[in-house]
């Protein structure tokens, strides 16, 4: 009965607090799945300490210990998760192959939908799409660990310096320290006003009807114009990436195995960006998932497009196993 007691009490006062540690152990480990696991990992260390938990920090405060905590151990054993633009220079798709990596630990997108809801305080829902949009998280990946736990912890959590030192067990002046070294690094990434804006344009919505309607015909020269004019478009687990609105619609082209009418696109959101789930017709005639891709704008052009080919990642964002008819 007392052991029923302590986890109903447990599970009422630390589950309103699942969405946003997810979104913290995504920032720490890049990958969707591997937050996932993680979570449950604190919710589990918590559940088994909750009795001696003594309230001298909030409640949230104690689980983000332990997640970070939780975090550190795991990146211990484990590679960062890139895109292909972290990896090397761009490709010319007119003469360079695909080369897929599938062993690689590829950075993943999160959807929207399970790291905020309606119900979220709408300042909170922006701070959360700020701090996991796909730049800022594959910009993490560059940090060691502790630099990345550091950063999160000061810069999004807003925790101050002697927090962040208690809960990693070190010295405020080494934490100030890391967090300069993280900054100087992140400085270049940071998304830009127009990137953040909420919600679209209608410029903006009508460009991506344009968007849906050119790749749905493969029409590559509507294609070419939506994106801006040294616009990046990488695919993993592809190790290819392009630079520029004419190198991409070369590359969807030729690389591209789709034809006209081979296409369809249904609207998703990911790490608080426009995405579509990309679906392409089989020999049966059925449209079944090909890829997710992720926008960033530059107004009413991209600039950045991500296109990941793990189409496992589709039942994640509530999209449907075939394109409905």
């Not at 300490?49 to 151990?73: H, K, N, P, V």
């Not at 080494?174 to 900054?183: D, F, G, I, P, T």
């Not at 849906?212 to 070419?224: L, Q, T, W």
Request: with cysteine; glycine share 4%; aromatic share 8%.
């Amino acid at each position: 009965m007392a052991t029923t007691t302590v986890t109903d009490d447990f599970v009422a006062k630390a589950d309103p607090y699942r969405r946003e540690l997810l979104a913290h152990c995504y920032r720490m480990l890049g990958s969707l799945h591997d937050a996932e696991d993680l979570v449950q990992e604190t919710y589990l260390r918590a559940w088994r300490g909750y009795d001696r938990f003594e309230g001298r920090s909030s409640l949230r405060t104690w689980l983000y210990r332990i997640a970070t905590t939780t975090c550190l151990t795991a990146l211990e054993n484990r590679k960062r998760r890139p895109l292909p633009t972290g990896l090397g220079g761009p490709s010319d798709p007119s003469r360079d192959k695909l080369v897929e990596l599938p062993e690689v630990p590829w950075l993943e997108p999160i959807p929207d939908t399970m790291i905020t809801d309606d119900h979220t305080d709408p300042a909170a829902i922006v701070s959360t799409r700020e701090s996991t949009r796909l730049a800022f998280i594959a910009a993490l990946q560059h940090l060691p660990a502790r630099q990345r736990a550091v950063l999160i912890l000061r810069d999004v959590l807003k925790w101050k310096a002697a927090e962040v030192a208690e809960a990693l067990g070190t010295s405020t002046a080494a934490v100030n320290s890391s967090l300069q070294r993280a900054r100087a690094q992140l400085d270049q990434v940071k998304p830009s006003e127009d990137d953040t804006r909420e919600p679209l344009t209608a410029e903006q919505q009508q460009m991506l009807e344009r968007y849906v309607a050119a790749f749905e015909a493969k029409d590559i020269s509507r294609i070419v114009q939506l994106f801006t004019e040294d616009a990046i478009w990488e695919m993993p687990p592809f190790t290819n990436w392009v630079r520029g609105a004419e190198q991409i619609g070369v590359l969807v082209d030729l690389k591209c195995p789709a034809g006209p009418d081979d296409m369809r696109l249904l609207p998703a959101r990911a790490n608080g960006q426009v995405a579509f789930g990309v679906y392409m017709r089989q020999p049966d005639g059925v449209f079944r998932p090909f890829h997710l891709q992720v926008l960033e704008f530059d107004r009413a052009k991209v600039k950045h497009a991500v296109t990941f080919f793990d189409v496992s990642l589709f039942p994640s964002f509530g999209l449907p196993d075939t394109y409905p008819q």
